[in-house]
Nanobody, 126 residues
Framework: QVQLVESGGGLVQAGGSLRLSCAASGRTFNSYNMGWFRRAPGKEREFVAAISWRGGSPYYADSVKGRFTISRDNAKNTVYLQMNALKPEDTAVYYC???????????????????WGQGTQVTVSS
């Protein structure tokens, strides 16, 4: 089991930027595909971005493409989500997730991720 701890959330004005971090425990972080998801009040959890264990092949939701960038530093066991040009509709709790089962695909579905952090709140004011 891997422990995931998100940080970097907060309150920002529309058009601003935040960088979320997700620190993972364990020595096999560099073998996991990683994803970011979010849940806004009253809405379902939705996919935001994903990155392969090597750090390539990033996927993005259409709603964040061109504004958000996912990256990872395997030496630091950390995955990042750089969020620029934030909009009020980006307000949500953001979760990072790890796919630790063998042969897990790089996926936009939360069902392919079996380890989740506790989430960090991002609030974008208009």
């Amino acid at each position: 089991q891997v422990q995931l701890v998100e940080s970097g959330g907060g309150l920002v004005q529309a058009g601003g930027s935040l960088r979320l971090s997700c620190a993972a425990s364990g020595r096999t972080f560099n073998s996991y595909n990683m994803g970011w998801f979010r849940r806004a009040p009253g809405k379902e959890r939705e996919f935001v971005a994903a990155i392969s264990w090597r750090g390539g092949s990033p996927y993005y939701a259409d709603s964040v493409k061109g504004r958000f960038t996912i990256s990872r530093d395997n030496a630091k066991n950390t995955v990042y989500l750089q969020m620029n040009a934030l909009k009020p509709e980006d307000t949500a709790v953001y979760y990072c997730a790890a796919a630790t089962r063998p042969l897990s695909p790089l996926s936009t579905s939360p069902y392919n991720y079996n380890n989740w952090g506790q989430g960090t709140q991002v609030t974008v004011s208009s």
